[in-house]
């Protein structure tokens, strides 16, 4: 199967600082990159994705770029706050037709 | 109100027992999941199904069992096979498979007695 790993696993940032999650991937004919938001204890929530004719796209504080060559797409939150502490999965769809999760990243934005 | 619908939210297994954990869904997608997710870990792909009747073991599908008879439904029976079942379910579905956003249901979390 896919080989899907994200890093860091933890990252404690100052509320206001900027957050940055990668995503490596295994699989060149993936071609959805989504990332899923959890809170504790809840249902994970599509926060933003990208598809593979595209490099770059932004929602607000939140931004997602992707490096197919390289095989890797990182989340990237600015000015972060408080609610923005949760555990963020990217998950890649593949050739298989099969998903595969990262294995979160626990954020946690100091007030 | 379109969603997902999980059903029972905590659930409780007796040794050797067969359960069932319900999931039916009203937006009319054509894809559905299961994943298991144990503490502070990441979510697993137990099975999924594209479509009606039939569906596709994900990384984790011994000792569990489907079915698809109808588009809105997608029920996961943990059999007594499973030794180690206690975790928390996620079912989901997409529109079509998994080049689509994938939507969540709130969850069962199964305990053994």
């Known amino acids: 199967g896919e080989n899907v790993e994200q890093h860091p696993s933890t990252l404690s940032v100052q509320e206001g600082d900027s957050a940055v999650i990668k995503c490596t991937y295994s699989?060149?004919?993936?071609?959805?990159f989504p990332w899923y938001k959890q809170e504790l204890g809840k249902r994970p929530q599509l926060i933003i994705d990208?598809?593979?004719?595209?490099g770059e796209k932004k929602d607000q504080r939140i931004a997602v770029t992707l490096n197919k060559t390289a095989k890797h797409f990182s989340l990237h939150i600015t000015e972060t706050q408080p609610e923005d502490s949760a555990v963020y999965f990217c998950c890649p769809n593949n050739a298989g037709n099969m998903l595969t999760f990262g294995g979160g990243t626990r954020l946690m934005v100091k007030p | 109100d379109g969603g997902i619908t999980q059903s029972p939210k905590y659930l409780f297994r007796k040794e050797g027992q067969n359960v069932t954990l319900s999931c039916e869904q009203n937006l009319n997608h054509d894809a559905m999941y299961w994943y298991r997710q144990d503490p502070g870990q990441g979510l697993r792909l137990i099975y999924y199904s594209q479509i009606v009747n039939d569906f596709q073991k994900g990384d984790i599908a011994e000792g569990y069992s489907v079915s698809r008879e109808k588009k809105e439904s997608f029920p996961l029976t943990v059999t007594s096979a499973q030794k180690n079942p206690t975790a928390f379910y996620l079912c989901?579905?997409?529109?079509?498979?998994?080049?689509?956003?994938?939507?969540f249901g709130d969850g069962t979390r199964l305990s053994i007695l």
């Open positions: 989901a579905s997409s529109i079509a498979g998994t080049g689509d956003p994938q939507h």
């Open positions: 699989d060149s004919a993936s071609n959805y």
């Open positions: 990208i598809r593979s004719n595209v």
